[in-house]
């Protein structure tokens, strides 16, 4: 089993929809919770980050974390055509300096 | 100021050959951590090095390697190329944790 598991998709969806992206994981250990955005041929860019449960806000996008069930979530408001990238997640913990990276869901939000 | 920077963009390396990546990182970013993506595993982390030690390693064998410079530059190694290592790296780079690490835009590599 891998430590995180990410539904590579792909999702399609009309520009101005709720995309919801999910990440689950087995190793209780992680705290800290990353998302990452890919555009084609491009290194990954750090969406959000978030450490331990809980929310987080930032514009049109809203983390969460549930360590309780193990998921993580990823949710986009109105969604654009520029949104369209794979979104990655990531994982560490605590001091441990050692990423975990789902497979990444590729996202296509059509105008 | 500037990102992470990787060098070079593209190679392309014949079976057995070795070859040298090198990773600028952010001024004043003290943590640079390597990872190999490939469409079949995804992004997987190789090493991570802060202040010219290295923390923590992935699964990889020993023909991968990489050290930091006190200028905190890094650089991977990878000794007697498979086709499988051919990839894209990615070099990353902190302040002191992987927390909101920013990644270059990697290095293609193609072995041939």
């Known amino acids: 089993q891998k430590e995180v598991e990410q539904d590579p998709g792909p999702l399609s969806v009309p520009e101005g929809a709720i995309v919801s992206l999910n990440c689950t994981y087995s190793?209780?250990?992680?705290?800290?919770f990353m998302w990452y955005r890919q555009y084609s041929r491009k290194g990954p860019e750090l969406l959000m980050y978030?450490?331990?449960?809980g929310n987080k806000e930032d514009g049109r996008f809203t983390a969460q974390v549930d360590k309780s069930s193990k998921y993580i979530s990823l949710f986009i408001r109105d969604s654009q055509p520029s949104d369209s990238a794979t979104y990655l997640c990531?994982?560490?913990?605590?001091?441990?300096?050692?990423?975990?990276f789902g497979s990444g869901t590729k996202l296509n939000v059509k105008p | 100021k500037a990102g992470v920077t990787q060098t070079p963009r593209y190679l392309i390396k014949t079976r057995g050959q070795q070859v040298t990546l090198s990773c600028s990182p952010i001024?004043?970013?003290?943590?640079v951590s390597w990872y190999q993506q490939t469409p079949g595993q995804g992004l997987q982390f190789l090493f991570e090095?802060?202040?010219?030690?290295?923390?923590n390693k992935g699964n990889f064998p020993g023909r991968f390697s990489g050290r930091q410079f006190s200028n905190s530059r890094s650089e991977m190694n990878v000794s007697t190329l498979e086709l499988g290592d051919s990839a894209l790296y990615l070099c990353?780079?902190?302040?002191?944790?992987?927390?909101?690490?920013?990644f270059g835009q990697g290095t293609r590599l193609t072995v041939v």
């Open positions: 990353a780079s902190s302040l002191e944790g992987l927390t909101e690490a920013f």
């Open positions: 978030t450490y331990s449960s």
């Open positions: 190793n209780s250990a992680f705290q800290y």
């Open positions: 090095y802060f202040s010219e030690t290295q923390r």
């Open positions: 990531a994982m560490e913990e605590y001091n441990f300096n050692k990423f975990y």
């Open positions: 001024s004043g970013h003290r943590s």
